[in-house]
Each structure stands twice: as structure tokens, then as C-alpha cells.
């Protein structure tokens, strides 16, 4: 049998955090590795217990989950955790300065058990996890303060397909809507996107997405 995804679960609020392991401990391909109420903690928990994921909430006390995901995923870091986001608002400004930091995803609170369970393994898969929808408000909106200078766009090294399919995943899109707006085969769509991460240094999708939005490729 394959072994479980341990989950390493940090929120400040007990109520939730006692939802989350009782969804996930009842999963039998899932595992609640740890919780804590701190991001200080979730960090020495996760060096200590080498979770597959860590369930980070935003606002914490003692160091938030910014700041946690970045000693954890950000750049730099030898060995990285895999850190899906939560959190209460889906225009918060602090999910994209995490999603900055090196997290590989975020849902919001309300997001049905379902939703959630899919996203903790997607992200433990090695995928990203982006709500369209909010990934388009969420960067949309502090596309401009991101945007850099102009004349420092690294863009040179892509195609023009390739360009197009970035833009796409950057709004969102999934290899499969990308596939069916490009008239490209699934395969074909997914070979494009692994040529991009590859070609710019980013990790995954998440990474993709910000750089779009930095490079200002969309408005």
C-alpha cells in the first residue's frame, strides 16, 4: 500500500483546526502529521516532522504565514515543504505575498471538504492549486503595484505559443481549456508548460502565474 500524505495543519483557531484534522484523518490515503497555532511552530514542527504538505493560515501570532512559508518554500531553501494556503477572504492581499513567498497554492476557508481534500493532494502531487476565479481578482488587483520597471521583462527565451499559453494559465485557464482555446491536444498544452517553467526557472503554475503578472503579460 502506498503510504499517506502527512499533513501538517497551522491555524490560530482551534475550531478550525479541529475540523481540518477530523476531515483529514478520515481520509485513509491522508495523515495529520501535526498542528500548531503559530507559523514559529509550523516551522520547527516542519523541520522536525518532514511533512508532505503544510495547511498554513494567514494570520497568525508569533511569526504569520508568510513569513513561515518563506523560511519553508521560499527561495533559497534546501529542502522545501510543500505549503497550501488558507484563508478567510479571497481579495486578501497577504495570500498573494505568500503565493510570493513559495506556496504552491491556496483555497479559501469556506471551500467545501471536498474542494479541500483535492487540493491538499494536488499540491502534495507536486501540482499548483489556483482558483481561477480568485487567482484573477486576487493578482488582478495588485497586478499594477507588481508590475516592474519597464525594460526588465525576461521574456526573450519564449516562443510566441509559448507567450500565449503562459498568458492562458496566467488567466486561470486549465490544460484542458487551454488546450480547447489553442485547438492543441492535452499532451501538447502540458509539453508547452513544462518548456515554460523550465525556460524561465519557476517551480510551478503558482510561480507562473505571479511572473505573468510581474512581467506584465496581463492586464
Known amino acids: 500500500m502506498t503510504a499517506p500524505i502527512r499533513v501538517l495543519i497551522c491555524d490560530d ?27 514559529g511552530a509550523a516551522v520547527e514542527l516542519a523541520r522536525q516532522l518532514r511533512p508532505d504538505i503544510v495547511v498554513m493560515d494567514v494570520r497568525m501570532p508569533v511569526l504569520d504565514g508568510i513569513e513561515a512559508t518563506r ?49 491538499i493532494r494536488t499540491v502534495a502531487a507536486g501540482a499548483a492549486l489556483l482558483d481561477p476565479e480568485v487567482t484573477r ?51 501538447t498544452v502540458k509539453t508547452f508548460v513544462s518548456r515554460i517553467l523550465t525556460k524561465l526557472g519557476l517551480r510551478d503554475r503558482v510561480q507562473a502565474v505571479v511572473y505573468a503578472y510581474r512581467q506584465g503579460l496581463v492586464t
Open 137 to 187: 481578482q486576487l493578482v488582478g488587483r495588485y497586478a499594477a503595484r507588481i508590475r516592474p520597471a519597464e525594460g526588465t521583462a525576461h521574456n526573450g527565451t519564449l516562443t510566441p505559443r509559448e507567450l500565449e499559453v503562459l498568458r492562458l494559465m496566467a488567466d486561470g485557464r486549465s490544460n484542458s481549456e487551454i488546450a480547447a482555446a489553442l485547438q492543441l491536444s492535452q499532451e
Open 71 to 119: 523560511l519553508l518554500a521560499g527561495a533559497g531553501v534546501q529542502d522545501p515543504v510543500k505549503v497550501l494556503v488558507v484563508t478567510t477572504f479571497n481579495l486578501d492581499k497577504y495570500v498573494y505575498e505568500a503565493l510570493r513567498a513559495g506556496a504552491s497554492g491556496f483555497l479559501l476557508k469556506d471551500a467545501p471538504p471536498a474542494q479541500l481534500l483535492n487540493g
Open 13 to 39: 483557531q482551534v475550531l478550525v483546526r479541529t475540523g481540518l484534522v477530523t476531515i483529514i484523518d478520515a481520509q485513509p490515503d491522508l495523515e495529520v502529521a501535526g498542528e500548531c497555532e503559530d507559523g
